[in-house]
């Protein structure tokens, strides 16, 4: 073998293993002395000056923020996250099929039906609320109750159809007694709600409601100070307005919640272009 064919196969291994020492107790160099044949050595560290005590560790798992996957860390360092099966899916039909047998919390041992949401797949607005009443977890859809024919009427009369936006919840399932969702529930349910965004993304999201807001903009802010403001979750522009069920108890917050509605119309017709014409009569 040639020298200089020699120097060439020092150099591609020099290459390889440049970062050998960087995860063994050893040193590995190479002999370049030797004319003919390139020799590897490996010089123990007890040749060398004390170096810290390097501990093995097996990989490990560790706390992800949205408990939806979990990860390892290899020997290189590097973090592996195991997605979750409903992750890949790419509509919405394939992601409820997925999700809809949850039992992550125990709210699944009590509901009647996995409330998903409802309404156009490819919608400019998504409309928020908090949880499923007795009769959405009865009939598995979002706001059909009175507070959703209430909601109906808002939506008619800002220049929406039911149909044409997409209703959900932070909550898929029925809190016992309608009490508000738990922040853990909330956070469980998060991951679900981000991807159903990701799959329809809307140009303007708009939130009903204290908890709905709360839970979103991670925020204690007293709901009158959160009205009237154009707000980002990750990335999508949002309003915020009274909950249709707390309208059927304070019928006074009816005149500030049109209110809210003419801003959000204005906003979406700014954004998209469209001009929106309320029904009459209602």
Request: proline fraction near 6%; charged fraction near 30%.
């Amino acid at each position: 073998m040639s020298t200089e064919k020699i120097k060439t196969l020092i150099a591609d291994t020099e290459n390889i293993i440049k970062n050998f020492d960087r995860f063994y107790a050893g040193k590995l160099y190479i002999d370049k002395d030797i004319p003919e044949i390139a020799k590897v050595s490996i010089q123990s560290v007890e040749n060398e000056a004390p170096k810290p005590k390097v501990i093995k560790r097996k990989p490990e798992s560790v706390v992800v923020k949205d408990k939806s996957a979990v990860a390892e860390i290899d020997i290189f360092g590097n973090e592996n996250i195991k997605r979750e099966e409903w992750e890949f899916a790419e509509t919405l039909d394939e992601l409820n099929a997925k999700i809809n047998t949850c039992t992550k919390c125990g709210l699944s041992k009590l509901r009647t039906n996995f409330v998903f949401g409802v309404g156009n797949p490819n919608a400019d607005v998504v409309v928020i609320g908090e949880a499923p009443g007795a009769d959405e977890d009865a009939q598995g859809e979002p706001f059909v109750g009175r507070a959703g024919q209430l909601l109906n009427k808002i939506l008619e009369a800002t220049g929406f159809k039911r149909e044409e936006v997409f209703i959900l919840n932070i909550l898929k399932c029925r809190p016992p007694g309608n009490r508000n969702p738990a922040p853990d529930e909330a956070e469980l349910c998060r991951p679900y709600l981000d991807k159903q965004l990701k799959l329809i993304n809307p140009k303007l999201l708009l939130l009903l409601g204290k908890v709905a807001s709360e839970t979103l903009l991670k925020t204690k802010e007293p709901l009158n100070k959160l009205r009237g403001k154009v707000h980002d979750y990750k990335g999508w522009k949002l309003m915020i307005t009274f909950h249709p069920a707390a309208l059927l108890r304070n019928p006074n917050w009816k005149r500030p919640t049109w209110e809210d509605m003419q801003q959000f119309k204005a906003l979406y017709e700014e954004m998209t272009g469209k001009k929106l014409e309320a029904e009459k009569n209602t």
